[in-house]
């Protein structure tokens, strides 16, 4: 049986977009459910939790709504005894509460004109709302919400999903969307990008959730990267020829564009390595939204991902890169 444990303060209008109907309606109620039916049998040896992160709005959009501006909001099913359980909670951001309190949104959110905003900077640091939705990830035993333009990483319980608050080894560029964990040393590895030189910075969580080690990754202008890759020795980041073109970010405006001149590096670095150990690999033109596997053959690195040869209708291949 469901118990209502909160509802959230909503204002959002009734709309046929379609990116707020059917499975993306949103739910401004918090629910514990104990208990579950069960339909089948689930086997009495397999015990812990399963969380995703969802994109919920509660305000109506200041111009157009686009899905990523919905807050973040995690959904946790716990098997344990042959038994399941639920609950869902907001994620507790900054920008959450504030707009909870002012009762309407503040952030003119992704596709709105940076121009029009108040906010000042791109992504999380400007215009667009840190809602914490994009990613979830257990390291150090509990959870870590993210967002993909750099956020700030959101500590969660993984016992009740209470917010627990802003991560504090986070540096001010955030974190990306993507964080790895090394299910063996339980390690996480992360990486930032912004719109100053070095451009992107790599760091190293231990399993006691200290950071231990950050250097810069130096690019030859801002990009926009999104996912990295870990092996058991190595990290891979990237430079991508997709970016907001410099002329743009001095008037205030990010929009990305796709340089068709220009080709793709992969960098390769030792998990503990400085920026000047970073092996750059270029390779065919292309963008990489997300990785799907990353391991070693003998001196060989190989990473899995769709490879696109425009960040659009995507691909799947294989790339391979030498580390000596
Ligand atoms: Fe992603």
Redesign the pocket.
Known sequence: MAKLVNRVSATLSETDHPYLNGAWTPNFAEYDADDMEVIGEIPADIAGIYVRNTENPVHDAIGKYHPFDGDGMLHMLRLKDGKASYKNRFIRTRGFEAEQEAGEALWIGFTGNPKKSRRKGWGAHGYIKDSSS??IVVHAGQLLSTF?QCGEGYRVSAENLDTLGIEGWVPLDGIS??PKVDLKTGEMMFFNYSTHAPYMHYGVVGADNRLKHYTPIELPAPRLP??MAISPNYSVLNDFPLYWPKELIDQGVYVPQYDQTRPSRFAVLPRYGNGDEVKWFEAERTYV??FTNCYEEGDDVVLDGYFQKNPGPSRCRRCRTRTS
């Open positions: 994009t990613d993909w969307a993507h999104h996912d939204l997300h």
